[in-house]
């Protein structure tokens, strides 16, 4: 069955119940299931005139929207592939993904979509999606996920949590990520519940947070940890309206301090999880009382997970229906990550004796920033890519607000200044990829075999007050 | 006072968030957040911080708005109108 095949099933049970509710400051309306179904068939149809059929890849540069869903289910009920990616993507960053991906279309302006089209019979797609996530090895890579995938992953979330025609469920994510797309949007639609479409939570949404909730009687939402500190930090726990009964939480750590103070605070239970794009999301789930364990990510559900290693800790490899084929158009890549059958992650983890998975570290290179994974290779070759750069070095330092952020130490041989370091980066990759700072050093720090000490510099930061 | 906390504001704004402007590129005007901003999103937190240490004052969730947030001068401005409450 396909994406568009499944959504077909919902609307036809219940045509006339309400699917998304547009929340934005400018939104206003609400799409029955019937009518997301006709936009869909609208968008097609606008797709189809613009040459796209079964298997070309549309790249939509689009901010979370109806006319995004639409296009999204549009390309769908078409057999083609949807390239969601970040709009705030640098010039460089769009045509890497536009040739990357060898897109047909790419929608960068909200077209005007016919409210309803034709749409012509099409053959049983396989692929879905191709998500963006950083490369460690330099340029992004393409994540494929096939309808199969998604549809696996979307059942599973429904299943665990529980999704029904009474979910309503907040989306504060950005589409572009596999757990907005995927667990905000996908998966309330497919239960017959409601998706009530907010803009990507930004810093003057805060204070629209719970209000909505209240007025559209929100039952859940999806976040991630910066959200939630910031929803601690600046709302009150007599905010919360009583229709919101739990929150789901991923992409980032959630400490059990934390995770306690927002739950006493707001009196919703916050459930962690645990995936990436690779697995369409998340592959281990944390239910609510009894059945979570605070400190952990969960349990694996509907796919098989272990740990790779001579002890109980290690690296954690992931095999099942959600778990990707591979890397588009990147074998190496795609040989590396995906081998014996199993996807390797490159996070470091233990199981308990009842499965939960508690993460204590990354394999590979990655800066977690917020809900945004940083690799410092991308960082490092913009770096050197400037003339006056000879040698560079990004690292996490420890953020108050996101967890970490990425900071570059830098060697030069000709005249920069920090300031027009970070404006070069800034010209060239999405702004949360930009260093928080650039320091110019005379040497860096390295090891026995010569390569960068990335620890030494890392310990550095983490001296710092 | 307004002056007082223009000039703080302006120095934390440059030193501690780093837009990447030059002290005469921040202006009273220059957006901050948003998508033209040039302060990243959720460092609002930082911002609130500020303004309730220096101002002496509780931001409350809904004035965190464009029209007291968006800029030095709406800033100012807001914080000014919340101390004299």
């Known amino acids: ?465 | 006072m307004a002056n007082d906390l223009r000039a703080a504001l302006r120095e934390f704004i440059l030193t501690r968030l780093d837009p990447g402007l030059s002290a005469d590129d921040l202006t009273d005007d220059t957006p901050l957040f948003g998508h033209h901003g040039v302060i990243e999103s959720l460092a609002v937190l930082e911002v609130v911080e500020f303004l309730e240490t220096h101002g002496g004052f509780r931001v409350k969730p809904h004035e965190i708005v464009e029209d007291h947030f968006g800029s030095v001068g709406r800033l100012v401005a807001y914080a000014q109108a919340r101390s004299s409450t």
């Not at chain 1, 757990?179 to 996908?186: A, E, M, P, R």
């Not at chain 1, 090891?447 to 030494?456: S, W």
């Open chain 1, 1 to 465: 069955m396909s994406l568009a095949e499944r959504l077909a099933a919902r609307v036809h049970s219940a045509p006339d119940a309400p699917a998304l509710i547009d929340a934005r400051p400018d939104g206003g309306q609400t799409w029955t299931a019937a009518t997301l179904w006709a936009r869909a068939g609208g968008a097609a149809s606008w797709l189809a005139g613009q040459g796209i059929g079964p298997g070309d890849r549309v790249v939509l540069l689009l901010p979370s929207s109806p006319t995004f869903v639409a296009l999204v289910w549009g390309a769908w009920r078409l057999g083609a592939v949807v390239v969601p990616v970040e709009p705030s993507s640098s010039p460089r960053e769009r045509r890497f993904f536009a040739e990357h991906s060898g897109a047909s279309l790419v929608v960068e302006v909200p077209p005007p979509l016919p409210e309803r089209g034709q749409v012509p019979e099409v053959p049983a797609p396989d692929r879905a999606l191709l998500l963006y996530t950083s490369g460690s090895t330099g340029d992004p890579k393409g994540v494929v996920l096939t309808h199969d995938n998604v549809l696996a992953s979307v059942h599973d979330t429904i299943a665990w949590f529980g999704f029904d025609a009474a979910t309503r469920l907040l989306c504060v994510l950005n589409p572009t990520h596999g757990h907005g797309l995927i667990v905000g949007l996908l998966a309330p639609l497919l239960a017959g519940g409601v998706v009530v479409l907010e803009e990507r939570f930004h810093a003057f949404s805060v204070g629209r947070f719970w209000p909505v909730c209240a007025a559209h009687q929100v039952t859940c939402f999806s976040s991630v940890p910066s959200i939630l500190r910031t929803l601690l930090r600046l709302t009150e726990g007599g905010d919360r309206p009583a229709s919101v009964q739990f929150g789901l939480c991923a992409s980032a750590p959630l400490s059990p301090g934390f995770q306690a103070s927002f739950e006493q605070t707001f009196g919703v239970p916050l459930a962690n999880n645990y995936g990436m794009t690779e697995t369409a999301t998340w592959v281990t789930r944390n239910g609510l009382d009894p059945d979570r364990r605070v400190g952990t990510v969960g349990r694996a559900q509907g796919c098989e997970v272990d740990i790779l290693g001579p002890g109980p800790m290690g690296e954690v490899r992931v095999r099942g229906p959600q778990v990707s084929p591979g890397y588009h158009d990147n074998s190496e890549a795609t040989a590396r990550a995906f081998r014996d059958g199993w996807f390797h992650t490159g996070d470091l983890g233990q199981l308990d004796s009842d499965g939960f998975l508690a993460l204590v570290g990354r394999a590979k290179e990655v800066i977690s920033r917020g809900a945004d994974k940083v690799y410092p290779v991308e960082l490092e070759e913009v770096l050197l890519a400037h003339p006056a750069v000879v040698v560079a070095a990004a690292v996490a330092a420890p953020s108050k607000h996101y967890g970490e952020e990425p900071v570059a130490f830098v060697v030069l041989d000709g005249p920069a200044t920090p300031k027009q370091l970070r404006a070069w980066c800034r010209e060239r990759l999405t702004p949360f990829k930009v260093p928080r700072s650039v320091r110019i050093e005379q040497t860096l720090p390295r090891g026995r075999t010569g390569k960068l000490d990335k620890r030494a510099l890392a310990a550095r930061l983490a001296d710092e007050p």
